[in-house]
């Protein structure tokens, strides 16, 4: 394999990203959820991309954009690389992106030679959970798990089907989005999302482990009435029950060492100022790198949460939208991308992602590894995430080593 120009290719994915950035539903801010409008754009821009560096590209029914990059024989097995080109609201421009175009940075890099192995490049629609409540609509097409989600409705009563259809696919061959062909992993470029690698000086580190994470949605039901005429004794105020609970939340999570739980949406309703809440909805997100830790904690949350109800005259309800037990990355596989990283002069740290990524679904049936970028400020899912293109570029050597040691497996 010639030498690769990492610095010029990271450039290069920089650029990628700032052009990605710009596919948004909110002007002015980096938003695109599951198959949303400008996520057409994003797939043209990708395609154009993937087909530049020799890549035959397809859209699966999951609204993938999947490009193969072939091997120098037919049935060779392949290499799964990329992560997910959705977002929050109000994003920064890499959480996703950055691993798909670093994948296609990669391939660009092989400058049309061939390997023993096939790779194929995927930009997952679906990883957040925004839209649908749900996260990994994209990956776990792939792993042949999405059926069961596509009667999840969004806020619009959209289903996940409907959605598809909107889209221009059809939702009848999702199950031809299941990969088929022999597999030698999935390898996932991440920006860490925290604090840890900046805090240590690293740029880049080696992901042995993602943390599991718990997904519920809770509804304290009161009863709505005026703000002016009802006395505080006699109310059923469901804002006031919740608000109570969330500061429990923090303040259990707080005590227990490794534990994050997080109240990031809620609707109050009716929702007028001069009315006594009658209802919130609010999500919980709980993680822990222990799965008996998280549902211990989670337990006990739902317990704290009837308590106040009870003792409001409130109702509580609640449903889990996603759990899904920590993951470890596949050993072989991540000690080949270590190997790479030593035989490029780097030594990164190893260590958990408390983020969830798409390779905790991969890691279901293909051997997984992950690489994580630094980032600057420890700062994600918000506008000022960023990566530094120096981390980007070595990273990309790690990469394009680690391509190499797969050739030589
Ligand atoms: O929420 C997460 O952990 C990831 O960023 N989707
Ligand atoms: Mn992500
Ligand atoms: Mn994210």
């Given amino acids: 394999m010639q030498r690769v120009d990492t610095v010029r290719l990271a450039q290069r994915c920089m650029e990628m990203c700032d052009a990605l950035a710009k596919c948004t539903e909110e002007e ?38 999947r490009g193969v990059y072939a091997a120098e024989v037919g049935n060779a097995p392949r290499l799964l690389m990329g992560s997910h080109i959705d977002t929050v609201p109000d994003a920064g421009a890499y959480d996703g992106v950055l691993g798909v175009v670093m994948a296609i940075a990669l391939v660009e890099g092989l400058a049309g030679g061939k390997l023993n192995y ?48 909107n889209f221009g696919l059809d939702p009848e061959r999702l199950a031809e989005a299941r990969v088929q062909q022999p597999v030698l992993g999935f390898m996932e470029m991440h920006i860490e999302q925290g604090p840890v690698l900046e805090s240590l000086g690293q740029g880049v580190g080696i992901v042995e482990a993602i943390v599991g994470q718990s997904r519920l949605q809770l509804a304290f039901t009161g009863r709505a009435n005026h703000a002016g005429t009802t006395p505080m004794h006699l ?31 809620m609707q109050v309703k009716p929702g007028a100022g001069n009315v006594v809440p009658g209802e919130a909805v609010m999500s919980l997100d709980v993680r822990h790198a222990d799965d008996t830790e998280r549902r211990m904690a989670v337990e006990l949350f739902l317990h704290r949460a ?53 390779a905790m679904v991969m890691a279901q049936q293909f051997p997984v590894a992950m690489l994580f970028l630094r980032s600057p400020g420890g700062i994600s899912h918000h506008p000022e995430e960023a990566v530094l293109v120096e981390d980007v570029a070595a990273a990309l050597e790690i990469g394009c080593q680690f391509l190499q040691e797969l050739e030589n497996r």
């Fill in 306 to 358: 009837q308590e106040i109800a009870q003792r409001r005259g409130l109702m509580l309800t609640h449903s889990i939208r996603m759990e899904h037990s920590a993951v470890q990355m596949d050993v072989a596989l991540t000690a080949r991308l270590e190997a790479a990283a030593h035989a490029v002069g780097q030594h990164p740290l190893c260590m958990t992602s408390g983020a969830g990524h798409d």
């Fill in 28 to 65: 002015g801010h980096i938003t695109r959820t599951f198959l949303a409008e400008p996520t057409h754009e994003a797939h043209r821009l990708l395609r154009a991309w993937m087909e530049q560096a020799g890549m035959a590209v397809q859209v699966d029914a999951a609204g993938n954009l």
């Fill in 118 to 165: 096939a790779i194929e490049v995927v930009a997952f629609s679906e990883e957040e959970g925004v839209r649908f409540g749900v996260p990994f609509l994209g990956s776990r097409a792939l792993t042949g798990d999405a059926e069961p989600l596509l009667e999840r409705a969004d806020a619009d009563g959209i289903s996940v089907r409907q959605a598809i259809r």
């Fill in 235 to 265: 109310r059923q105020d469901a804002l006031v029950a919740a608000a109570e609970w969330i500061a429990l939340v923090e303040r259990e999570a707080s005590a227990t060492a490794g534990l994050v739980a997080t109240v990031g949406q």
